[in-house]
Nanobody
């Protein structure tokens, strides 16, 4: 069982930056690939970024590529999402999730491959 708690959301002006954190409970954090997803009002949950359990491989949605950076610190059981050059369309509830994947180098953009989810943190970008 893994419990995930996101933090770092808030209100920011367009062009600004935020850093989201997701703290995981338990001693098995390094065995999970981690992902960030978001859901805006009236829209489906969408993939944002993911990182392999080793941290060596990452993937991003086209909409955030070049602006967002995912990273992890396995010693601190934490995954981060650095968000720069924020746009109003980035407004959403952001969720972190943990996935047990077969390969150490793997990450996934598919929500149904994730086993555990956090409660979400609101990010609001004003124009």
């Amino acid at each position: 069982q893994v419990q995930l708690v996101e933090s770092g959301g808030g209100l920011v002006q367009a062009g600004g930056s935020l850093r989201l954190s997701c703290a995981a409970s338990g001693r098995t954090f390094s065995t999970y690939a981690m992902g960030w997803f978001r859901q805006a009002p009236g829209k489906e949950r969408e993939f944002v970024a993911a990182i392999s359990r080793s941290g060596g491989n990452t993937g991003y949605a086209d909409s955030v590529k070049g602006r967002f950076t995912i990273s992890r610190d396995n010693a601190k059981n934490t995954v981060y999402l650095q968000m720069n050059s924020l746009k109003p369309e980035d407004t959403a509830v952001y969720y972190c999730a943990a996935a047990l994947l077969a390969l150490r180098s793997s990450w996934s953009a598919a929500p149904n491959e994730y086993n555990y989810w956090g409660q979400g943190t609101q990010v609001t970008v004003s124009s």
